[in-house]
């Protein structure tokens, strides 16, 4: 078997996909709760599958679909089954409809495609086997790939990594977790080659070290996963490494999704962002209304089919970004898979904040359960207006019935505990219109910051 990311010919990539693809499907037309009755109400049969070359014949999968069940995309295996194909090795979380995120199981047999996606992942991304990673992602209330997936990635390469743990994890335990400069000293003091985190906190990070006269000349590359992050944010992260000693440091941006529990990553800045498992995921680009394949290279809705999986399991799920995708070898590495040559743009409605997805709508019925709320309007800004690289903030306006502070406290906790962001409460006064533009109703939060450049 050639390795799964250089195959010689997109005939030898298709046929080694259609072999996993073929078990996936016998799987789920018997046992995918959702697929099994969709395909059957659609009358689509097994038979009518042969490969990837018929996939336009399913129908498209939205993620309101998945969030609304999603213990109907967990594959149901009878125990005729391998038990590694049934033994649940980790659930982690996405966005949901609700304010109740949404579960994403693995199996034992998804963890170990997971491993290979991360090492393939590293290895698109130049690491070695001198690296060192510095885990910048904290602990969060649910799990998702962050934290983990670093800790997983190294462990896929067999090379060191220090878990940063940034922040105050919980008030049971104050030892765990660490302040800004603890960080920075630990940046310091491990030596680390790589930064793998969230930009804005790196970016807050890398200016204290530098107030600090830490240095750190061993790093060589900085992961992010990036949406809205631009050239400019790519500019000044490596400024700042090089302030601090690093000689000639480079930016990996990649674009992940729980669903895929990795990301498509850059081989080289500005390569576009490629499928790192062409054996485990499949990638279209179709028109966002007719759901037709656009041409290669052209912007379409970029859908996502598992070619492997035994957990949750989504065939042709829309991710929620358009894309230009192509699927010709890619100039820079020589991979032979697919590639988005632009930066995803969302299009379901769905807000990046601090790099958290959320969904507007958990918000607005968290925020109008609360009684003592007359009206609100939510916006999502920089806290340095001028500064697009500075920290998102999510800042709600409201009047309230009564006392606006116990009122707003009490409504922000309930923002944090739906959405995962702790929003800076606004309060106006009664004779204050709070409902600006189209209204809440209409648009629920107001995206004031600034495109990248
Ligand atoms: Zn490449």
């Not at 059957?40 to 996939?55: F, H, Q, T, W």
């Not at 850059?266 to 028109?287: H, I, R, W």
């Not at 309060?427 to 209204?439: C, K, T, Y």
């Amino acid at each position: 078997m050639p390795d799964d990311l250089f195959f010689h010919n997109p005939e030898d990539l298709a046929k080694a996909r259609d072999a996993v693809f073929s078990a996936t499907l016998d799987r789920i037309f018997e046992h995918h709760p959702h697929y099994s009755r969709l395909y059957r109400e659609k009358g689509v049969l097994r038979s009518d599958i042969s490969g990837i070359a018929d996939i336009g014949r399913l129908p498209v999968t939205s993620k309101a679909d998945f969030v609304g069940r999603p213990e109907d995309f967990t594959l149901k295996l009878p125990d005729t089954f391998d038990a590694t194909e049934r033994i649940v090795w980790d659930v982690m979380y996405t966005t949901g409809s609700t304010g109740d995120p949404t579960p994403f199981v693995s199996t034992s047999y998804d963890f170990l495609n997971i491993l290979a996606l991360n090492r393939n992942m590293l290895r698109l991304r130049g690491v070695t086997a001198n690296d060192v990673i510095l885990n910048l992602f904290p602990l969060t209330r649910h799990p998702h790939g962050a934290f983990a997936r670093a800790m997983n990635a190294a462990a896929s390469f067999g090379i060191p990594v220090v878990a940063a743990m940034p922040g105050a994890p919980s008030p049971r335990h104050p030892q765990l977790g660490n302040r800004m400069d603890e960080v920075c000293a630990l940046a310091a003091r491990t030596d680390a080659t790589i930064l793998w985190g969230v930009p804005s906190y790196m970016r807050k990070m890398l200016g204290r070290a530098e107030e600090l006269g830490v240095r750190l000349p061993s790093v060589r590359l900085v992961f992010v996963t990036g949406e809205g992050f631009g050239e400019e944010a790519r500019r000044d992260l490596v400024d700042r490494l090089k302030r601090l000693g690093a000689s000639d440091p480079k930016i990996s941006v990649s674009y992940g999704s729980t669903e895929m529990q990795g990301g498509m990553v850059e081989c080289t800045p500005g390569s576009g962002y490629l499928n790192p498992a062409p054996l485990q995921f499949y990638f279209e680009a179709v028109d966002p209304e007719t759901h037709q394949p656009v041409p290669d290279g052209e912007e379409g809705l970029i859908l996502l089919t598992h070619l492997d999986r035994r957990g949750s399991t989504v065939l042709r799920y829309a991710l929620g970004d358009t894309a230009r995708l192509t699927r010709t070898i890619c100039p820079h590495c020589g991979a032979l898979t697919e590639r988005l040559v632009s930066i995803p743009v969302r299009r379901d409605g769905f807000v990046k904040i601090k790099g958290m997805l959320v969904n507007p709508q958990a918000m607005v019925d968290a925020l109008a359960a609360e009684g003592d709320i007359v009206d609100f309007q939510a916006f999502v800004e920089k806290e340095d207006e001028d500064d697009v690289l500075s920290m998102d903030r999510l800042r709600i306006r409201f009047r309230a019935r009564d006392d606006s502070a116990e009122v707003g406290r009490r409504a922000a906790e309930k923002v944090k505990a739906t959405i995962g962001v702790t929003p800076l409460m606004e309060p106006v006064g009664v004779s204050d219109s709070v409902l600006e533009g189209a209204g809440w109703k209409a648009k629920p939060i107001i995206d004031l910051r600034k495109k990248p450049q």
